[in-house]
């Protein structure tokens, strides 16, 4: 086993990523300014003055807007309260492990679109509508998406909405690597090109810090009563102290400051992800060259076995998440997830040289 171990497991943010002095004085300032509310249950809405902040750049009633301990809990209550076992849900395949295990989780039967080298495959899409499939939802990671990187073109998030208001379907938009755009023009998202059809929802975790656990949700007018319900029957409120803090962090300008350092941080990552790639992985299989956000997901085009891979990756000291775990159906792909942010310029060479040694050497071994 080599000494340094890289792993290409988690797509967690670096720690020098954490505006530590920031938040420390924008705890300190709510504390002082609104220590009667902030230390108090709330409701589940969010902090008030968060939600009205995040009604308004969104151009909607705060009535609409939920704030809750991250945004993957939302996924969790939307499942409790819209999937009835045997549902048919959409994902993307591949899509983010974690809310995949949810929906599972709740009964639903789950079906992936295919995300091939030309982004979503939009026409299976149609297909399948066409041919009678009822989904309740369809989850997808629109931008920078986990764990592929693949952003979704205009051309084909009209499509979709267009799809979803003829077969009443929802959309589920999980958005929490819009902002982290390194270059390029911003596409606009789902639920801008239609508010009334789309669950939009986003986190602080990669904007801040995933320790605060602060993410929200923009519901269509008439399911968002129903869901703040049972938020509030659930847990009452989320801490609206850590929801203060943002609060005052946004405020005090630091958001702003605070995404320009992340861009700087993560875009020469991006860079030196895409490079090695070049050098190592060309004729092997393909990836998307993002132009944001967390993640390249790679596809193998060998016949090479995921087990064989993770195990002589391992040993060669390179750690890697089971690909098959981001597929909702079996798949027979050699998919690697490769998240960037929070390794060092060499750790990304190493790893991904490791990486294609193993490839290389597996593929004499057939
Ligand atoms: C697509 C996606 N959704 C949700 C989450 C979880 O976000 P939060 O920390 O807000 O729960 C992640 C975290 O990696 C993610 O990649």
């Keep these: 086993m080599s000494e340094n171990i890289i792993r290409f497991t988690r797509g967690i943010p670096p720690p020098e990523s954490f505006p530590t002095n920031e938040l420390a004085e924008c705890s300190a300032a709510i504390l002082a300014n609104d220590e009667k509310n902030v230390l108090q249950y709330g409701n ?3 902090y008030p003055p968060l939600r009205s902040l995040l009604a308004k750049n969104a151009g909607v009633k705060e009535s609409r807007i939920a704030i809750g301990q991250g945004s993957l809990q939302f996924s969790d209550t939307l499942s409790r309260i819209f999937i009835k076992s045997g549902d048919l849900v959409y994902f993307e395949a591949p899509s983010y492990d974690r809310v995949i295990n949810i929906f599972e989780r709740s009964g639903a039967v789950l079906k992936g679109i295919p995300l091939t080298q030309a982004g ?3 026409e299976d899409l149609s297909f399948r509508l066409m041919h009678g499939e009822r989904p309740v939802l369809f989850y997808i990671i629109p931008d920078f998406q986990n764990p592929s990187g693949t952003v979704l073109s205009l051309e ?3 499509i979709l909405t267009e799809l979803a208001e003829k077969y009443g379907f929802w959309i589920v ?3 929490p690597y819009r902002k982290l755009r390194y270059r390029g023009d911003e596409i606009p998202s789902l639920f801008e090109l239609n508010p009334d059809r789309v669950i939009h929802m986003s986190s602080f975790s990669k904007l801040i810090s995933p320790g605060l656990r602060v993410g929200y949700l923009i519901l269509p007018e008439t399911l968002a009563s129903k869901f703040l319900n ?7 409120s989320a801490s609206y102290l850590t929801q203060g803090i943002i609060y005052e962090f946004i405020q005090k300008g630091f ?6 350092l992340l861009k700087s941080l993560y875009e020469p990552k991006l860079d030196i992800m895409l490079d090695a790639l070049d050098h190592e992985m060309t004729g092997f299989g393909y990836w998307n060259k993002p132009d944001g956000g967390f993640f390249i997901g790679l596809t193998l085009e060998t016949n090479l076995e995921m087990d064989r891979l993770i195990l002589r990756s391992q040993q060669a000291g390179v750690f890697l998440s089971d690909g098959r775990g981001f597929f909702c159906e079996p798949t027979q792909k050699c998919f690697i997830r490769l998240p960037f942010c929070a390794l060092s310029s ?3 060479r190493m790893g991904v040289h490791r990486l294609g040694n193993v490839v ?3 593929l004499q071994a057939y």
Excluded at 255 to 260: M, Q, T, V, Y
């Design 156 to 158: 084909k998030r009209i």
């Design 255 to 260: 958001f702003e400051r605070n995404l320009a």
């Design 44 to 46: 589940a809405g969010g």
């Design 230 to 236: 049972f938020s509030e029957d659930t847990y009452i």
């Design 173 to 175: 938009e999980d958005n």
């Design 346 to 348: 060499e750790e990304i």
């Design 360 to 362: 290389r050497e597996l």
């Design 120 to 122: 979503l495959d939009i």
